[in-house]
């Protein structure tokens, strides 16, 4: 048996999702609009099964879209960023302000030679009960 693992990720690659995670989270529009320039390059694209975007505005757009329909609900990093060849793997999931799991994921990326989020596309685990 081969006993291979993705290596985790660079420090730097762990902050730019920490930084995506945060834009998802804030709800300031400045703040959270310096988050996607630092975080995103400026023709990036973004899929889940429910929505889609393109570039730093549409993707501001969609995240203030996603705040108005889900208010005090907060993503967080499950375990670890992994990542080889300008590609990278993370879990997320998302909790109401009381703390109930309302859904988790995976999202995969990929990433420009200056550091920016190039592709996210998310998937969604089975959701029970």
């Known amino acids: 048996m081969i006993d291979l693992v993705t290596p985790p990720a660079s420090p730097e690659v762990v902050a730019l999702v920490e930084r995506y995670l945060d834009a998802w989270n804030e709800t300031g529009r400045d703040t959270r ?3 996607i320039a630092s975080t995103w390059s400026d023709d990036a694209t973004y899929t889940d099964p429910l929505m889609q975007a393109i570039g730093r505005l549409g993707i ?10 889900y208010p005090d609900h907060l993503f967080s990093l499950v ?3 992994e990542e080889h060849h300008g590609r990278l793997r993370f879990r997320w999931q998302l909790a109401d ?12 990326g990929t990433v420009d ?5 190039v592709t996210v596309t998310g998937f969604f685990d089975p959701v029970s009960g």
């Open 33 to 35: 609009d310096a988050l």
């Open 60 to 69: 501001g757009e969609m995240i203030a879209s996603f705040q108005e329909a």
């Open 79 to 81: 375990g670890m960023v």
């Open 97 to 108: 302000d009381d703390g109930n799991l309302q859904l988790s994921g995976t999202d995969f």
């Open 113 to 117: 030679a200056e550091g920016h989020l």
